[in-house]
């Protein structure tokens, strides 16, 4: 990580550097299909919500929108572990 000290001092940014790791991940943080369709169906009424204006905290459903891509992220990539280990290679 990089700390970014052009910013007011009052302001830190950190700026995380993206690293290609490949390393197994623990079967019990995976996220469940459960998991991901409660974060979608939460989603779904956020945005209902925010079309009939009584939303206040417009940045959730920016969150919940990452917090979806990073549960399909890691169960794709347990996928793809596991395929590869019943190939017996590497990836």
């Not at 299909?33 to 979608?40: E, F, P, T």
Request: hydrophobic fraction near 35%.
């Amino acid at each position: 990580m990089q700390l970014v000290t052009n910013y007011p001092s009052s302001v830190k940014l950190l700026i995380k550097m993206k690293k290609n790791n490949s390393r197994p991940i623990a079967k019990k943080k995976l996220a469940s299909s459960d998991s991901i369709a409660g974060l979608r169906q939460a989603l779904f009424v956020l945005k209902l919500e925010q079309r009939a204006g009584r939303m206040l905290k417009t940045h959730q459903i920016k969150q919940i929108k990452r917090k979806i891509a990073r549960s399909l992220t890691k169960q794709n990539q347990q996928k793809l572990m596991t395929k590869n280990e019943s190939l017996g290679g590497e990836i």
